[in-house]
C-alpha cells in the first residue's frame, strides 16, 4: 500500500508542469456504445475499424468498433486467463498484436506478446511469444509496432521514466533496452513514416526520432479521466481513448512536421514480430530530423510541484514512524 501511495505522489510534478502547457483543441469522435468496453487500455486502428481491449480482469478479447457509430462490429476471444493485457499494436488489414504486458507489482518472470487475428466470430487461435527484461520485471502499457519492418517495441511504465525495449527476432526471448521515454507511459504508436514514435501518459505526449529516441516534440493532451488508449489515423492524427463505461474517443493532431510517406500505419512486410529491420535502420540513421518549435514553458510550476511532492512525503514519513 505504501509504494502505491508513494508512486501516487510521484506523479504530482509530472502532472501539474503538464497543466501549465495550453492544451490542443480535441474532437470527439464517438463513443463506445458497448456495455463490455469499460476499461478501454489499448487502441488500433485496422481497416477503418477502431481496436480496442479491457485491461487487467477481463478475458483475452478484442473488440473491433465502427468509428462511425461507436457500436461494436466484432468481438474476438484469444484467451480465458490473460494476465494484464494492456496494449494492441495493429498489423496489416485484419490482425492485431495484444501486449499482455502489465504487472503492476512488479512480479511477472514473463509478459506476453500475442499475434491475433481478426475474425469477430468468437475464437481465435493466438501466436503467443515469451518476453523477459534483462534486468527484472517491468510494468508496461505500451506495445507498438514498426510500420516498415513489422518490428516490436514495447515501452516500461516508470513512475520517473521509462525504457523503450526492442522485441527479439525469434518473437521470444529476452527484450533489449534501446533508450528513454517520457514517466508513466501509458501507450503508444509509430507515426506513418517510420521514422518517428508518439508515445503518451495521462496528461502529456511525446513524439521521439526513430531509432535514436531524440525527443523532437512534447505536448499537452486534453483532460480523460484514466487516459490510457492511443493510436494513429490514417492521416497521421492521434486516437485517444479512456478507461470507463461509454467513455469518448478524442482525435487531436500531432503538432510537430514530423515528413509523413505513404506507408501506412497498418501495412504489414513481415508476420514476424522481430522482423529484421537492418537496411531501414540505416536510412532512418541518415534522415533529417524535421525542424520543431518548442514552447519555451515555465520552470516554477514544476519546482513548485516537487516541493508540494516532498512535503507530502516527508508527513507520511514522519506518520508512518510514529506509529
Not at 512488479?106 to 481465435?124: C, E, K, M
Not at 517510420?194 to 531524440?214: D, I, M, Q, T
Amino acid at each position: 500500500m505504501l509504494e502505491r501511495v508513494l508512486a501516487g505522489l510521484l506523479v504530482v510534478p509530472f502532472l501539474h508542469g503538464a497543466a501549465a502547457t495550453p492544451r490542443d483543441q480535441a474532437q470527439v469522435v464517438f463513443s463506445f456504445r458497448d456495455d463490455d468496453i469499460i476499461e478501454s487500455s489499448g487502441l488500433a486502428v485496422v481497416d477503418g475499424l477502431v481496436v480496442t481491449t479491457n485491461d487487467s480482469g477481463d478475458t483475452g478479447r478484442v473488440f473491433a468498433v465502427d468509428p462511425g457509430t461507436g457500436k461494436t462490429v466484432g468481438v474476438t476471444e484469444w484467451s480465458d486467463d490473460a494476465t494484464d493485457v494492456e496494449a494492441l499494436a495493429p498489423d496489416g488489414p485484419d490482425a492485431v498484436w495484444v501486449g499482455d504486458i502489465g504487472d503492476n507489482t512488479g512480479s511477472r518472470d514473463s509478459v506476453q506478446v500475442v499475434h491475433v487475428v481478426l475474425d469477430g466470430r468468437g475464437d481465435a487461435e493466438p501466436e503467443v511469444h515469451d518476453l523477459t527484461y534483462p534486468d527484472g520485471a517491468r510494468d508496461a502499457e505500451t506495445l507498438m509496432r514498426d510500420p516498415t519492418t513489422g518490428r516490436l517495441y514495447i515501452a516500461s511504465k516508470g513512475p520517473l521514466g521509462g525504457q523503450l525495449f526492442e522485441v527479439p527476432e525469434s518473437g521470444d526471448g529476452q527484450l533489449k533496452a534501446l533508450g528513454d521515454v517520457l514517466p508513466l507511459a501509458t501507450d503508444g504508436a509509430f507515426l506513418p513514416d517510420g521514422k518517428h514514435v508518439v508515445v503518451r501518459n495521462y496528461a502529456v505526449a511525446a513524439v521521439y526520432a526513430f531509432p535514436s529516441l531524440e525527443k523532437v516534440e512534447q505536448f499537452a493532451l486534453p483532460d480523460q479521466p484514466q487516459g490510457e488508449g492511443l493510436a494513429v489515423d490514417a492521416d497521421g492524427s492521434l486516437l485517444l481513448s479512456s478507461e470507463g463505461l461509454h467513455s469518448k474517443v478524442l482525435r487531436v493532431s500531432v503538432p510537430t512536421e514530423a515528413p509523413s510517406t505513404s506507408a501506412s500505419s497498418g501495412a504489414s512486410t513481415s508476420d514476424s514480430p522481430g522482423a529484421s529491420p537492418s537496411t531501414h535502420t540505416e536510412s532512418r540513421e541518415d534522415s533529417e530530423l524535421p525542424e520543431t518549435t518548442e514552447t519555451e514553458r515555465p520552470a516554477w510550476p514544476w519546482f513548485l510541484s516537487g516541493l508540494i511532492a516532498l512535503g507530502c512525503l516527508m508527513v507520511l514519513s514522519w506518520s508512518l514512524r510514529r506509529r
